[in-house]
């Protein structure tokens, strides 16, 4: 009886272990999945673009049938296609910066760099840096 009591609490132990890992292992997944699913919209965004211009939110994404507007919060990212939906990306962010040309864009200027820190975790900050190539014929519209 004693060595079975033994036995039944060292793979208890061993399950509770393994099964903490696998936790803190599934949640670090999940956000670094958000990260990448972000990135991935935000670039076809970018690329697909006529126009990225700077909001007070955010930035505004001209495409040619669609409009679509990024807000950048404290606490998460709106991704809102006009009378379509919303997409939510709950990732806490600290800073945007917004340029064009090398120069800090100011609301209502063309962008073509977006540079984001994300804060991954309590204190794991992310870069994100995103550019849009314009031809000349997009600038001169």
Do not use: W
């Not at 803190?24 to 965004?45: I, P, S, T």
């Not at 955010?58 to 990212?77: H, P, R, T, W």
């Not at 991954?120 to 000349?136: A, G, T």
Request: proline content about 1%; some cysteine; overall charge negative.
């Amino acid at each position: 009886m004693l060595i079975s009591a033994i036995c039944i609490t060292i793979c208890y132990t061993a399950y509770s272990l393994i099964q903490g890992y696998y936790i803190r292992f599934a949640e670090k997944n999940q956000q670094a999945d958000l990260v990448l699913n972000l990135k991935h919209v935000l670039e076809r965004d970018f690329q697909k673009a006529l126009h990225v211009i700077k909001t007070e939110e955010g930035l505004v994404i001209q495409e040619d049938s669609l409009i679509i507007d990024y807000s950048f919060g404290n606490q998460q990212i709106l991704r809102s296609i006009k009378d379509l939906h919303t997409d939510t990306f709950t990732i806490p962010v600290q800073k945007v910066d917004c340029y064009f040309e090398d120069r800090e864009a100011n609301i209502a200027d063309t962008v073509d760099r977006l540079n984001l820190m994300l804060l991954m975790n309590k204190d794991i900050n992310m870069p994100l840096y995103i550019n849009k190539n314009y031809s000349s014929a997009d600038l001169f519209k």
